[in-house]
């Protein structure tokens, strides 16, 4: 078709793109020039400016938001083997988080027009499994999750909530910044990530006991890091009162970091124009779902995820397959966590057979390229292919009907 004849001569859209920046170049060789490479003034100066972007007293850095998630629910203390909600439609290392704490993961059902779990899913579940100890919200895609409701419908306090904001930052409950909603909030740094630094996450928090257990902890248990040792005044002396991670961040990490936290706000402005261009262009494509713009609160715009409906005509398969040969790099996200094997021996069996929103997306959803380094006609030209495989099946559909 006439998408494939173009792609010959046209650039690759690819899904996701990071540029490090010049000015985080130049900070990464002022680091290297200092000879001060592990956690340090950087990573101190990074949680600052980190913790004023998202509204909250401390912010933690960390190796990824993986650990910031575990050490997360390390801090709250549970008893071994307490049962944590969380959704099925995540990263399976949100996942291994809960298990890695010495905790039991409750898988509950999404609403399929936000992705996420709602109350009345979490209520349900919390039913079937008999009552949880914390939950794990994941902001999915970057729509705002209803955090105080959902620890409403779970009976706990909003102490007992983990957000997961690897899709922010940049998102709003309401008028809230996620950062100091729950007891502790986990960001990635990832190389994708709206943030990128390549690797590393944060944990950003309102309660001082959550910061400071998590600072030990994140390395080793220790009470006071290298750099603090070393300081002038520092003592060689520490101790261990915890059974602590390596998930400590280095100084390399937090100079890009800081760097390209100064391009966040245009990055994100270029997000929010890109999300809104495929919204109009796709908006009458039947049989396409499109991802709900938040009433109340702010989307940061990590993914644009689309649902591909029987009505479209083709599966999303057959979408995905079409669109990359047509050079345009598309995702999922993400493959839920029950249809691994591995979850299914570690999660709680109560609620795994009331799973069917999930079920039922799990083989519509389909992410489109979403990055700030894309052109305007590169939305439109997966929006022209996406319309194309539309039409194409459509004919194919009629054809079909017509056959004996
Ligand atoms: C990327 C991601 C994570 C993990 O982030 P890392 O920094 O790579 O550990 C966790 N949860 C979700 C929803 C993610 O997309």
Known sequence: MTV????????????????????AQEAVARVLESGWLSTGPEVTAFEAEFAGLVDASYAVATSSCTAAIELALRALRLAPGSRVLTSPLTFCGAVHAIVHAGLRPVLVDIDPTTLMPGPEEVARAVQLCGGVEAVVVVH????PAPVAEVAEAAGLPLARIVEDAAHGPGIRVGDRTVGAISAATCFSFYATKNLPIGEGGMLTTDDPAMASTVQRL????????????????????????????????????????RAHLREFRHWQERRRQLAARYRAALSSVPGLVLPDDPIDGTHSWHLFVVRVTPEFGSSRDELFDRLAAAG????????????????????DASTLDHLANTDMVAEQLLSLPLHPHLEDADVDRVCEAISD?????AVGGAASRTAP
């Open 4 to 23: 494939l004849a173009q792609t010959q001569d046209s650039r690759r859209i690819r899904f996701a793109e990071t540029h490090v920046t010049e000015a």
């Open 140 to 143: 999915l895609a970057g729509h």
């Open 218 to 257: 994140r390395l080793h248990g220790m009470s006071a890091d290298a750099w603090r040792r070393y300081l002038p005044g520092g003592s060689w002396r520490y101790t261990v009162e915890d059974a602590g991670l390596k998930a400590n961040m280095s100084d390399v990490s937090a100079a890009i970091g």
């Open 328 to 347: 345009i790099d598309c995702s999922v996200h993400f493959i839920p966590v029950h249809h691994f094997p591995y979850f299914r021996t570690v999660v």
């Open 389 to 393: 495989c539309h039409h194409t099946s």
